[in-house]
């Protein structure tokens, strides 16, 4: 009982707070989406790509992200590089975001162009088509549509991923779940009901993620059950 | 209609292709026969420039075609090819997939290129399917559509390879049903397929390859009653 009297308490104390920081939560993690998508297809490309110097490129950039840790690079494009430009806690946080989710989504997309049948490229080929139109018209929608499921994955970890930019001060749902728990000391139920923000956030984009894919998943006849 | 001299190709240290030559004539049909790693796939492939021979020349419509330097696509439009696997696009409809390239790459308009794909798509008995996705047809029918595709782009060639392989035996006949109409209608083919039967009847002329080398070709009467080659033999003996 006590319990339910605490955490009404906190949203009636803080509830304005949550959702202002969800708001920053969900932005932050929208803008690093946004450009980490860009820098993911940009990067899958030079991997895919004939030339060597692009490929090299690619695996450069995707492991020293891969191989060192978000909270260090967040810290490195703070406070690392803040003595040749000052960038501001949401917009280096966002970048640091971007650059790292960047990284995976690459991989996403080359493993998905890869994963497609080497048939399609010589069929399309067979029938005249150029390399670009057929990765364009043929390689492309098919790779994509199978990208949805790890990509929505790659969204959810990005947006728990978020919660780091706290350390430099951004002013998120987890930083604002730490100074409301300096405030009351109860941490039980202040990071239970940060839990509860990122969670029902996570369902939610769970949600459109999978109606997405079933609107995509056209080519497909409906659903067999097997008993 | 093609004229093949000399060719070769390796695959690292394997010589799949060893000095190849064979002249094709407008009309004509031929088939390809030989055991599993004679190379009989690989020429066919090699005609579309889905393998790129080393060595010789290959001329199609009397045009030579030198893979450095000839449009490969410009080519390729005259080649129609339908591979074991088919090799729909599974993100299109039937309809789709025929009029794809008409569209994209000949630049003809839509309306046309759909008027065209629905006379193709009666001519290989599956009008009512145009708006189907291919994994709701059967083996038989996608391949079908594959030939139907293939035909849209006007080719003056048609390279079959292993047609009906990968089929359930009760639609193999649907499918050489509409290469026999084809053949009828005077399209130049080359196929590679282990339907003797089928050779039999349809082709003008079998050609037999092992390791890589023309053994033996022939019309299809002597070749399967009175082989000359004692590996033409071998292998026809196995197949019975």
């Known amino acids: 009982m006590d319990f339910l009297h605490n955490i009404i308490g906190i949203l009636n104390e803080h509830g304005i707070a949550f959702l202002k920081a969800t708001w920053i939560t969900i932005s932050i993690t ?47 494009l703070y406070y690392g590089i803040a003595s040749i430009v000052t960038l501001d806690s949401f917009t280096a946080g966002a970048l640091a975001l971007g650059i790292h989710t960047g990284a995976y989504i690459s991989e996403i997309f080359r493993g998905a162009v890869q994963s497609i049948d080497r048939g399609q490229m010589e069929a399309a080929r067979s029938l005249g088509m150029s390399y670009s139109l057929s990765m364009r018209r043929i390689i492309f929608p ?30 998120d749902l987890y930083n604002t779940a730490l100074s409301v728990q300096g405030e009351n000391y109860m941490p039980f139920e202040t990071y239970f009901v940060v839990g509860l923000y990122y969670l029902v956030i996570v369902l939610i984009f769970t949600w459109f993620t999978n109606r997405l894919e079933k609107k995509m998943d056209v080519s497909k006849p409906k659903e067999v059950r097997i008993a | 209609m093609i004229e093949i001299t000399n060719l070769s190709k390796s695959f690292g240290p394997l010589n799949v292709l060893k ?3 064979l002249k094709i004539k407008e009309q004509e049909v031929v088939v390809l026969i030989g055991a599993s790693g004679s190379g009989k796939s690989t020429l066919l492939r090699c005609l579309n420039f889905l393998e790129v021979a080393e060595n010789g020349e290959i001329s199609i419509d009397s045009e030579k075609v030198i893979s450095q330097k000839t449009n490969l696509n410009k080519v390729r439009e005259k080649v129609g090819m339908v591979f074991q696997h088919f090799n729909l696009f599974p993100h299109k409809t039937v309809l789709e997939n025929i009029i794809e390239a008409p569209i994209f790459v000949r630049g003809e308009n839509k309306e046309e290129a759909r008027e065209k794909a629905r006379i193709l798509l009666k001519k290989v008995g599956l009008q009512d399917k145009a708006h189907f996705y291919p994994d709701q047809l059967s083996g038989g029918q996608k391949q079908r559509v594959a030939i139907a595709r293939a035909l849209a782009m006007e080719p003056k060639v048609m390279l079959f390879d292993e047609p009906t392989s990968a089929l359930d035996p009760e639609l193999v006949g649907e499918v050489l049903q509409v290469m026999k109409e084809l053949a009828r209608e005077g399209m130049t083919m080359v196929i590679v397929t282990h339907e003797m039967g089928f050779a039999r009847e349809v082709a003008d002329r079998v050609v037999m390859l092992a390791d890589g080398n023309i053994i033996e070709e022939g019309h299809p009467e002597d070749i399967f009653t009175n082989p000359k080659h004692e590996r033409t033999q071998r292998f026809l003996n196995q197949l019975l």
């Open chain 2, 19 to 21: 000095s190849i030559d």
């Open chain 1, 30 to 76: 929208g803008v690093s989406l946004f450009f980490g998508t860009i820098i993911g297809i940009v990067f899958a490309g030079f991997k895919i790509s004939s030339i060597k110097f692009l490929n090299r490129i690619s695996d450069i950039y995707v492991g020293i992200i891969r191989g060192t840790p978000l909270i260090v690079q967040i810290m490195f």
């Open chain 1, 142 to 171: 098919q790779a994509f549509k199978r990208s949805i499921p790890p990509l929505a994955n790659q969204f959810i970890i990005s947006l728990k991923d978020s919660s780091l930019v706290a350390y430099i001060s951004v002013i």
